[in-house]
């Protein structure tokens, strides 16, 4: 059985708090974090990705209760070893255009393999152009010029930005590793 520890109250509104929690057991202890909706809807988070994710995408989490006496009997029960969250990897690129218009876009990998952001960033560093160009269809990547594009006047060379951890659904049908492996075998 867990010991619930409080940590921090933070007031959003008067009736509206995210608490932020420890649970200890003999061997084991975990941060938590419940977003309370007025005392009538608590919304539990395993990581503070996944909260921010709720708070800027609305992304829904997984575990929810209407009842603070079910919240407290899941945390007490809670196996801190479960529900570790399965992170993407969000390539982040932009285009910048002749007359120096930008247009941003990424794509988000599957990353079951646990691949580092610096682990990626080494290996997609290796295969850019000066260390920050690479061209899209060239990766198997949406390419992402602005309409009309005038080849005359336009380019194919879009800028790597960076990677990031994401709690976002893959967009790629590729992991990760696969992706980098592909790019790898074929500059």
């Known amino acids: ?18 608490e932020i ?10 941060l938590v974090y ?3 909706f007025e005392g009538i809807h608590f919304r539990f988070f395993d990581s503070i990705l996944s909260l921010i994710t709720f ?35 969000k390539l ?18 599957s990353n079951e393999n646990r691949l580092s952001i610096e682990e990626a960033t080494q290996l997609i ?24 594009h005038d080849p005359e006047l336009d380019h194919d060379y879009h800028e790597f930005e960076s990677w990031e951890e994401t709690c976002e659904k893959a967009n790629d049908p590729r992991e990760a590793g696969v ?3 592909e790019i790898q075998r074929r500059n």
Do not use: C
């Open 92 to 109: 982040n690129y932009r285009y910048r255009d002749a007359g120096n218009y930008k247009q941003f876009g990424s794509v988000i990998f």
């Open 55 to 89: 708070f800027e995408q609305g992304i829904e989490p997984e575990i929810s209760f209407l009842t603070e006496q079910e919240l407290d009997k899941f945390l007490e029960g809670f196996g801190l070893g479960d529900l570790s969250t399965e992170l993407n990897l």
């Open 125 to 148: 560093r290796e295969k850019l152009i000066s260390e920050e160009f690479f061209v899209p269809k060239n990766w198997n990547l949406p390419p992402l010029h602005f309409h009309p």
């Open 179 to 181: 992706f980098l492996q």
């Open 34 to 36: 419940v977003y309370n």
């Open 21 to 30: 929690l420890t649970l200890i057991n003999q061997k084991e202890s975990r």
């Open 1 to 18: 059985m867990n010991k619930i520890l409080p940590l921090s109250t933070e007031y959003l509104t008067p009736s509206r708090s995210i």
